[in-house]
């Protein structure tokens, strides 16, 4: 099936759906450091969403903060991609539109935060050239300028 890429379209629902598929996917799970339910409410509410569907259903998600006083940084707080679209370059398609998004809205930097143990996510973030921030013992903080 095709992929449609779209940005703040999901509902609620389609969040929640899609944060319960992925959620054996993060290290630690996902759910072991939110209400899901609540996270997803909060995502439909509060962020700027970069979504990738495949029909109905929400296969891609990245979803960013873009309030911080004085456009310093946009931080982006979720990264997901459905196990069964793994290796396709979805995430990299939707991290390469938040980053635009933020450069065209005047952001300085992009920042994310990421479980050290997590190589497959840090290589993805290393790849569209964020860099190490802060390195602390369970969790390192990326950023990438935007600066000309």
Known sequence: M???FDSNRADIRALNAHLLACDSQFI???SDRVDLAA????LATHAER?????GDRLIGLVAAYDNAPERQSIF??????????HGQGIATRLLSSC??????AGFMR???KVDARNERAR????ALNFSDAAIGTTEVEMTLSLKA
């Open 76 to 85: 982006v707080t979720n990264v997901s991609v459905t196990p069964d679209r």
């Open 50 to 54: 970069f979504e990738a569907w495949s």
């Open 2 to 4: 095709e992929l449609i």
């Open 110 to 112: 992009v920042a994310l």
């Open 39 to 42: 996270y997803g409410a909060q």
């Open 28 to 30: 630690p799970l996902l």
């Open 99 to 104: 980053i635009d998004y933020a450069r065209d």
């Open 123 to 126: 290589a993805l973030y290393r």
